[in-house]
């Protein structure tokens, strides 16, 4: 794992969509979109970059074609319940995630 050095302010960091790992270092949270047997497929992950978070993902067994992948805003990243990152989500959970964090 690549060691991210801490912010003296967190809050007024430059990239403000960030949380904080159990090790301490500051990760983004990434919606990120596969396509498997013709299905879409959703997961939330971790990490301090897209890289890191989709390596992490497909070392986790997340694989299918990559379609897209956003990182979450502060805002909204503050919103997704820790059940639910690092796996994929359900259609019911994608659903309720989006009323959620909209």
Do not use: N, Y
């Given at each position: 794992?690549v060691?991210?050095?801490?912010?003296?302010?967190p809050?007024?960091h430059?990239?403000?969509?960030?949380?904080?790992?159990?090790?301490?270092?500051?990760?983004?949270?990434?919606?990120?979109?596969?396509?498997?047997d013709?299905?879409?497929r959703?997961?939330?992950?971790?990490?301090s970059?897209?890289?890191?978070?989709?390596?992490d993902?497909?070392?986790?067994?997340?694989?299918?074609?990559?379609?897209?992948a956003?990182?979450?805003?502060?805002?909204?990243?503050?919103?997704?319940?820790?059940?639910?990152?690092?796996?994929?989500?359900?259609?019911?959970?994608?659903?309720a995630?989006?009323d959620?964090?909209?």
């Open positions: 794992m060691h991210i050095p801490q912010c003296r302010h809050a007024r430059p990239s403000s969509m960030m949380i904080r790992s159990v090790r301490g270092d500051v990760m983004a949270l990434f919606w990120i979109v596969h396509e498997k013709g299905k879409r959703i997961l939330i992950q971790e990490g970059t897209l890289i890191f978070a989709r390596l993902a497909a070392m986790a067994g997340f694989d299918g074609d990559f379609i897209e956003h990182r979450l805003d502060d805002k909204r990243a503050k919103k997704v319940p820790k059940k639910m990152i690092g796996r994929v989500l359900s259609p019911r959970e994608v659903s995630l989006l959620r964090i909209s």
